[in-house]
């Protein structure tokens, strides 16, 4: 069965660094997503892309975050100066769109993100 | 942000028997509802959804039920497994109105089903 696959598993980083997450979501998804989960809290939505743009993002993905698709294949979440509060398991999710149904997304294995 | 909330932080049942999870929900935009199973270490995976159109689906041995008048829904575990055993999330998204489709995550229920 396809799926999302993230690297790298574990990523540890000093604080103010630039970090770079790739994903490479089920290869006839057309929505892609990336959520993050802080220890003992929810999983919260960070961003949605849709056709090579962001279709939403949330409060918490400011100026700091970016990502892109640069390939036909991977989806990349990059922090540009990383803080001591983005540590936390990041997951990338994609979703299938036939244009009226709705469909569930799937979710890859996540990064834990550790900033020192 | 308190749109999707999972009361229960934990459940214990007995293998063979019945596990109920509960969901409740404040946003009467959300038109699509999905649970997913969570083991440590891995993603979410996805296990049923269902639409606002519809009150009940089942796959296998989960059913989910859906009751919009209460802005609740419930997934019923028959019957329960230890490989069952994990935490699950209740996520909701309001498609018709934002085709990005974003979920909304409960806090999750951890699920021991015990042999």
């Known amino acids: 069965e396809p799926e999302v696959t993230q690297t790298p598993s574990h990523q540890v980083t000093q604080m103010g660094q630039e970090v770079i997450l790739r994903c490479v979501p089920i290869?006839?998804?057309?929505?892609f997503y990336w959520y993050r989960q802080i220890l003992g809290q929810k999983v919260e939505f960070l961003v949605s892309f849709y056709n090579n743009e962001i279709s939403e993002k949330s409060e918490i993905f400011d100026d700091q975050f970016s990502v892109e698709r640069p390939d036909g294949s991977n989806f990349t979440l990059k922090i540009r100066s990383t803080k001591l509060e983005d540590s936390a398991m990041y997951f990338c999710?994609?979703?299938?769109?036939?244009?009226?149904?709705?469909?569930?997304?799937?979710f890859g294995d996540g990064t834990r993100l550790s900033i020192l | 942000d308190q749109q999707v909330k999972q009361n229960s932080p934990s459940l214990s049942v007995q293998e063979g028997r019945i596990s109920i999870l509960n969901c409740d929900y404040t946003n009467s935009m959300f038109d699509y509802f999905l649970w997913y199973k969570k083991y440590p270490a891995e993603g979410p995976t996805f296990l049923i959804s269902i639409s606002s159109i519809k009150d009940k689906n089942e796959d296998g041995r989960f059913t989910v039920f859906l009751n919009k008048s209460a802005k609740h829904l419930s997934l019923h575990i028959v019957p329960s497994q230890p490989g069952d055993s994990a935490v699950y999330f209740c996520a909701a998204s309001a498609q018709i109105y934002n085709q990005g489709g974003k979920l909304i995550f409960g806090q999750g229920t951890e699920l021991s089903v015990k042999p």
């Open positions: 290869s006839n998804h057309l929505y």
């Open positions: 999710a994609s979703r299938y769109w036939d244009g009226y149904s709705n469909q569930p997304q799937h």
